[in-house]
């Protein structure tokens, strides 16, 4: 368990220090998700902290993106 949240916290912190807003509360979730599926999965959760981050990430932005979408078409 240690291990999980030292790889979810490395992840984190990386990702924080460069990271507009929405990318890094995407990779925070997915980190988490990630690394806990990854430490049941044969105890890879830094692998599934890095992937859930990086899908974390890519949903935040896709959501993004479909919210200014919506608000520009709205107007």
């Known amino acids: 368990m240690k291990r999980i949240v030292a790889g979810i916290s490395l992840v984190v912190v990386l990702v924080m220090a460069g990271a507009p807003a929405a990318d890094a509360k995407g990779c925070i979730k997915g ?13 890879h959760g830094l692998i599934g902290a890095m992937a859930g981050c990086a899908v974390g990430r890519h949903l935040a932005a896709k959501h993004d993106a479909e919210r200014r979408a919506a608000q520009h078409g709205h107007h």
Request: no cysteine; proline share 0%; hydrophobic share 45%.
């Open 31 to 43: 980190a988490i998700v990630g690394g806990i599926a990854g430490h049941y999965m044969h105890h």
